[in-house]
């Protein structure tokens, strides 16, 4: 069991940079794929980025990549998620999510716990 906690979020203006941190519990944090989705008012939940358990291969959504870094502090059982050149298209709930399987999977149903999620709204 895994129960994870989203931080960080906020207003911002468009341009500006934003980092998100989901700490989870549990001892087998590290073994773990971690991933962060966004969901948009009337949007179905959209995959944002992941993140292997080791910390060394991550995997980015074509419409943040080069925008967003993923990154893991297993020894804090904690997921970032920095987000710079923010854009109005990138308010939404952020969410992070874990996946005991191998491999980082970009469907919401591939996940088996899901934090509660945080607001990010970047005005324009």
């Known amino acids: 069991q895994v129960q994870l906690v989203e931080s960080g979020g906020g207003l911002v203006q468009a341009g500006g940079s934003l980092r998100l941190s989901c700490a989870a519990s549990?001892?087998?944090?590290?073994?773990?794929?971690m991933a962060w989705f966004r969901q948009a008012p009337g949007k179905e939940r959209e995959f944002v980025g992941g993140?292997?358990?080791?910390?060394?291969?991550?995997y980015y959504a074509d419409s943040v990549k080069g925008r967003i870094t993923i990154s893991r502090d297993n020894a804090k059982n904690t997921v970032y998620l920095q987000m710079n050149s923010l854009k109005a298209e990138d308010t939404a709930v952020y969410y992070c999510?874990?996946?005991?399987?191998?491999?980082?999977?970009?469907?919401?149903?591939?996940?088996?716990?899901w934090g509660q999620g945080t607001q990010v709204t970047v005005s324009s």
């Open positions: 549990g001892r087998t944090f590290s073994r773990y794929t």
């Open positions: 993140i292997s358990w080791s910390g060394g291969n991550t």
């Open positions: 999510a874990a996946n005991s399987r191998i491999g980082v999977f970009t469907t919401p149903y591939d996940y088996d716990y």
